[in-house]
């Protein structure tokens, strides 16, 4: 809850002593890693692969556990995805891999509009969005995929050979999440395959992660009440004829807030929350599991107005702290910004 103080110039040394004590009781802070009100930047280079429209396309990542760490972007633009590596406090684009073919089955396909990537157990993983199109409300079956495909320990790259033009025959895809989201209960089933900017909204996966064998997805609406939803599921079901285990996980973030994206932490998640609609503050949360505890973290200040956090990696976690990277849907190359939460 915030506090307001009316301050006046007699009484400051008493009450600057009272706000430094009441800072210090705070159940959680956020510091940016270099002091900065809003993160300490990062660098890129090179840049990500394409034009700036795709380049400022970034509404996810993910990176396996290696040294220095291999990481994957979700782009809700086009057909592929690119590797990243972080080196020291620079992220370093790399290889490119389609993901979807120009066609299939003769017929022409669309963009994937990826909204999220997670990693778990060998494998990577990217989801569409598995909603309408957020300006015309128009169905394509192209952003109702789920893709996985394996990398090594060693090295968290692919062993097979893959290349910006055509899709390796490792690639896995799925549209098993439709029906998932379609046949939930409401109102998740109610919102499925509706518009973005009616009502609630229509549902809109924005964050995906892995933990313990299960895939949870992060919906960006429908919020309802002030309540927002995770989907989570068995993931080995996702691919194989294994009947689903499903839950459905209700978070209290705020009336109009959605989840904007997931990661996993030790002992639950780490929520990205933001509007629904255009319009809308940014925050990180806590979710622990299997209570379904929920804590508000710290509030994030945009670096640019028309700019938007989508992305949340974890870096490094202790037992007292957490530092992330937030990236940015609208900045170049994600204007990537760490910050250092402490618990």
Not at 26 to 51: E, H, Y
Not at 212 to 222: D, K, T, V
Not at 248 to 263: F, H, K, S, W
Not at 306 to 314: G, H, I, P, R, S
Request: proline letters at 6%; aromatic letters at 8%.
């Amino acid at each position: 809850m915030a506090m307001r103080t009316a301050w006046n110039h007699r009484n400051f040394p008493e009450k600057f002593l009272a706000c430094i004590l009441v800072a210090a009781c705070l159940p959680m802070l956020i510091l940016p890693a270099a002091g900065q009100g809003n993160g300490n930047a990062w660098t890129v280079q090179p840049k990500f692969d394409g034009k700036k429209k795709l380049r400022k396309s970034i509404s996810g990542a993910a990176c396996a556990p290696v040294s220095p760490p291999v990481c994957l972007v979700a782009l809700d633009e086009k057909q592929h995805t690119q590797f990243f590596t972080i080196q020291d406090k620079t992220i370093v684009p790399g290889a490119v891999m389609r993901l979807l073919p120009k066609k299939i089955d003769g017929e022409k396909t669309g963009e994937i509009d990826a909204e999220g990537a997670a990693y778990g157990d060998g494998y990577f993983y990217l989801t569409g969005s598995h909603g309408l199109s957020r300006k015309k409300a128009k169905y394509d079956p192209s952003s109702f995929f789920l893709f996985r495909f394996p990398v090594t320990s060693e090295t968290g790259y692919p062993a097979f050979e893959f290349s910006k033009n055509s899709v390796a025959g490792e690639i896995e895809r799925t549209n098993a999440l439709q029906a998932i989201l379609k046949g939930a209960p409401d109102p998740i089933g109610k919102y499925a395959e509706q518009p973005l900017g009616d009502g609630a909204g229509g549902v809109n996966i924005e964050g995906l992660a892995y933990r313990n064998g299960r895939i949870f997805i992060g919906l960006r609406g429908p919020s309802v009440d002030g309540t927002a939803f995770i989907r989570s599921v068995n993931a080995d079901a996702l691919f194989s004829d294994k009947k689903p285990d499903l839950e459905t996980i209700e978070l209290a973030i705020g009336t109009g807030t959605g989840v904007r994206d997931l990661a996993a932490v030790s002992d639950g998640l780490l929520v990205l929350a933001g509007p629904v609609q255009s319009k809308g503050g940014y925050s990180v949360h806590h979710l622990a599991l299997p209570s379904g505890a929920l804590k508000k973290l710290a509030d994030l200040e945009m670096p640019e107005k028309d700019q938007k956090a989508e992305t949340v990696l974890v870096l490094k976690e202790g037992p007292e702290t957490v530092n992330i990277l937030i990236m940015y849907d609208g900045a170049k190359d994600g204007g990537p910004r760490e910050y250092l939460l402490t618990k």
